[in-house]
């Protein structure tokens, strides 16, 4: 289905111009790939993937077609959540390089069109940061305790947490301390793992901190920031109780003390007169992008008023099941919600923190698993906004199941023991295992030195998917994601925009058009297990198989779980 691309007569680069210039924000339509920077390129051969190695793979994601590159965070940290807890928000921890390395990545990347987003942790510090080091060593009434959330235990000699909350990780929410005379003390708010206390965000330092931090990287020519936790920064005045058990049950469904409280929007805006600071063409604009788990993508929009953030995550999207109703609802209420706001849809299947979605919408049939990924990432690249790609996707990659206990690194597994965190299982790190390059044996040129395994072990079946098996291969998985892209780049009614038009479709699959004056665009997308015949809307430009004919006469049949596109 990729080689049709070739015969197609596509909009010339006026045309491309004019698609642009109608739509301003180069972040309204833009594609951008996660780099989660352990699991992508190795240079120096130790195992674990760098700044250097990212450097080296910049060509790859140029050529992919990709027009951004989010890196989950590089700083300095004791990797008790792998970078997620970090100890200097100004220095590049030494497993992935120096701030030379950093300066040089953007630089690199901005010379082949490639704009940089770095993760930004503002919910949490490690347990190493100098800040905690020094609240603990000075002991209750210290002024650096108001930076975090201290509080006296209850109970006769404050043996008990101070609230029920639950941490995301699993067990209580709180840690004790020890005094500096070694006597039991104060307890501190952990969301997350116990090396992650929370930041007070009622702090004025802290808030100075993150005005400085966002400069510093901003200065080193970052093109914006992806907001860790950005829906937890405000605690409910009191940190009053919940209630109830089993909390996890409850995110993405309901405003809970900890979590999308509405005090984070003043923050927000405060962030945004920043950003501002650095110019507000749209064409060179620094943005902010929110990872805000809230109950409604009505919710979400909130982050994105016009003087708040530029993007939030879609995770009400990514959650959707393989099915047309589901997909098609949520669809139409992601963009209903952000058209009020002005801001763009975005659109994501994977990431860092996720099954892939190749193994998440399969049934554990690897042929049936792959095709549904291909066809849901083609109709995720035809709707109206941005998109993000995360590391892997393209070659097809699924989720390592099996990897054993001692080499698991997740927080979330050790904690919880294997059992269901956040839905995950303790499998956030089948999700994070090293990109497969080149070569017949692992680790499959992840390390370009001749050093030792990978600090996660890829599967021997992986040789297959590497991105050197699939270059050149019209039907791979990856030539699939190179020719959609272009396609995306190139066809004027592709890319942003705000609305779709629905048209009538066979029950369990979906069809849209999407129009300009330039050119009309449809997508249908089969989301059931057998053929469907519809009727030919227009020139075939893509499928997401190889099984759609090529010359459609008046009535077209789509293979199950597939999905294409058309130019009209």
Not at 293 to 320: H, I
Not at 542 to 548: D, F, Q
């Amino acid at each position: 289905m990729t080689q049709h691309l070739a015969a197609l007569n596509l909009p010339t680069a006026e045309a491309v111009a004019a698609r642009a210039a109608r739509t301003p924000g180069w972040w309204r339509d833009a594609v951008i790939y996660q780099v989660y920077p352990r699991s992508f390129a190795d240079a120096d051969g130790d195992g674990m993937g760098d700044l250097k190695g990212i450097r080296s793979r910049l060509l790859y994601l140029r050529d992919l077609g990709v027009d951004a590159v989010w890196l989950s965070p590089f700083y300095s940290s004791p990797q008790a959540d792998a970078g997620y807890d970090v100890a200097d928000y100004r220095v590049v921890d030494p497993m992935f390089g120096d701030l030379d390395d950093a300066r040089e990545l953007i630089t690199d990347a901005h010379r082949l069109g490639l704009r940089v987003i770095v993760d930004i942790v503002p919910n949490h510090a490690s347990d190493q940061h100098v800040w905690f080091r020094q609240a603990l060593r000075e002991g209750p009434g210290s002024p650096l305790r108001s930076r975090f959330h201290f509080r006296p235990g209850l109970g006769a000699e404050g043996e008990l947490p101070p609230n029920d909350w639950e941490s995301i990780f699993g067990g209580p929410a709180w840690t004790r301390t020890a005094n500096p005379d070694g006597a039991p003390g104060e307890w501190y708010l952990h969301l997350f793992a116990p090396q992650q206390p929370d930041f007070n965000w009622d702090s004025e330092a802290v808030k100075d901190e993150f005005h400085t931090v966002l400069r510093f990287w901003l200065d080193l020519g970052a093109d914006g920031f992806r907001i860790d936790v950005a829906h937890g920064l405000v605690k409910a005045a009191g940190l009053p109780d919940l209630g109830i058990h089993d909390q996890l049950r409850l995110l993405g469904n309901d405003v809970l003390p900890f979590f999308d409280q509405d005090g984070v929007h003043e923050i927000y805006r405060d962030w945004r007169r920043i950003l501002d600071e650095y110019g507000t063409d749209p064409d060179t604009r620094r943005i902010a992008v929110a990872e805000a788990w809230t109950p409604t993508v009505e919710r979400t929009a909130l982050y994105l008023r016009r003087d708040e953030l530029q993007q939030a995550f879609n995770f009400q999207y990514l959650g959707t099941a393989w099915a047309a109703e589901p997909l098609r609802a949520v669809i139409d209420a992601s963009l209903d919600s952000m058209r009020p706001v002005g801001a763009p849809a975005t659109w994501v299947l994977s990431n860092h923190d996720v099954v892939r979605h190749l193994t998440r919408f399969g049934g554990g049939d690897r042929e049936q698993d792959l095709r549904r990924a291909r066809a849901a990432t083609l109709l995720m690249l035809a709707l109206p906004g941005s998109a993000y790609v995360y590391q892997g996707e393209e070659l097809g990659l699924p989720e390592v199941r099996d990897l054993s206990d001692a080499v698991r690194q997740d927080p979330a597994f050790r904690r919880a023991r294997g059992t269901d965190a956040e839905g995950q299982e303790g499998m956030r790190d089948g999700c994070r295992v090293p990109l497969p390059w080149s070569g017949q044996s692992a680790p499959y040129g992840f390390n370009s030195t001749d050093g030792g395994p990978s600090w996660l072990p890829q599967p021997a079946e992986w040789a297959k998917l590497s991105v050197e098996a699939q270059s050149g291969d019209g039907s791979s998985t990856l030539e699939l994601y190179r020719r959609a892209l272009a396609v995306r780049r190139a066809h004027p009614a592709l890319g942003a925009g705000d609305a779709v038009d629905w048209l009538d479709a066979p029950e369990g699959v979906i069809s849209f058009r999407r129009s300009t004056s330039d050119g009309v665009f449809v997508c249908t997308a089969n989301t059931t297990a057998a053929p469907v015949t519809i009727p030919t809307p227009g020139q075939l430009l893509l499928g997401s198989t190889e099984a759609v004919p090529a010359q459609a006469g008046p009535q077209t049949v789509l293979p199950a779980d597939s999905t294409v596109w058309w130019s009209c």
